[in-house]
């Protein structure tokens, strides 16, 4: 029984029954710092679904149009004919993400020319071989005889972009690019074998053979986007053969001219009018006056 008092006394010496600091006795009540309420946890992150979840089985990688009968060792017919005019690098068959891909592809490295010496396309472009075989088919047939024509003589092709997984124009969320599935290729530039390198979309170059080279194109692509078309292909040519409904085509490449100079000034107009009605006397002194005037035009 004094043992239990004892504690007790004790307790209540060091803050109470319940652990609450004893009060001294000059101490007000409010002193004492309340117990803190339990801190609530943050919500927990909302959980984020990835672009894109990896498949399980081949088929779901495959896409359900993978025809595994077709599959072959040997080169399709597109490949075929190709390997007679280009320099190209057969590749596996592209799986994903999502719908990108696609068989039959291939690096095209150069296209070679008859009698001549093959035209290097840099980077060289990853395609599927329809696309790789029509873009080849229009440096030999088309694109280098109307440079010689103007000239010069084609010594590379300079690309932008080929293969890549994207939605178009680069938009998250936006519809399948054709780049996406290897059925597209922007075209930068062309190389002469002067040094010379003419951009496609340069306005100070000669519009004889940027018309030459849009008609071209138009011709053999379903889609040609340049300068004037949406806003994303002003400095390249994209070309591609989207299929489509009707065989519809897209031809939207304006061939632009540099813009006009600009006007004079007033001051400098009414000079140039009156030095075209009146001769300037031949001891007309330079310093100030319509000499100087002449000196700036």
């Given amino acids: 029984m004094r043992l239990k008092i004892a504690l007790l006394s004790l307790a209540l010496a060091c803050g109470g029954p319940f652990g609450t600091p004893a009060l001294a006795d000059d101490e007000p009540a409010s002193a004492v710092a309340p117990i803190p309420e339990a801190v609530p946890l943050p919500r927990p992150r909302p959980s984020q679904k990835p672009g894109w979840i990896e498949p399980h089985t081949f088929r779901e990688a495959a896409g359900a149009d993978f025809d595994s009968n077709a599959v072959t060792s040997e080169p399709s017919a597109c490949r075929q004919r190709l390997e007679k005019f280009a320099v190209i690098a057969p590749l ?40 790789a075989e029509q873009l080849a088919i229009w440096v030999r047939d088309e694109a280098a005889p109307r440079i010689v ?56 170059a000669s519009k004889e053979l940027r018309l030459g080279i849009r008609e071209s194109v138009c011709a053999r692509f379903s ?63 330079l310093s100030g006056g319509i000499g100087a005037a002449r000196r700036k035009l």
């Fill in 149 to 204: 024509k103007a000239g010069a003589v084609l010594r590379q092709l300079d690309t932008y972009d080929d293969y890549s997984c994207r939605g178009r124009n680069r938009i998250v969320g936006a519809r399948m690019s054709e780049h996406g599935k290897g059925n597209a290729v922007d075209v930068r530039s062309f190389t002469f074998t002067d040094n010379r390198v003419v951009m496609l979309t340069d306005v100070k």
């Fill in 92 to 131: 596996p068959r592209l799986i994903g993400p999502g719908t990108c891909g696609g068989g039959d592809m291939i690096e095209l490295s150069s296209v070679l020319m008859p009698g001549g010496a093959p035209i290097p396309i840099k980077p060289a472009p990853i395609l599927r071989c329809a696309m």
């Fill in 223 to 285: 889609t040609v986007l340049g300068p004037g078309s949406d806003g994303y292909h002003e400095e390249h040519i994209h070309l591609d053969l989207a299929d489509r409904r009707g065989g519809y085509r897209i031809c939207q490449w304006d061939v632009r001219e540099p813009p006009p100079p600009p006007l004079p000034k007033p001051e400098e107009e009414a000079v140039a009018a009156e030095l075209a009605d009146k001769p300037l006397p031949s001891s007309l002194p």
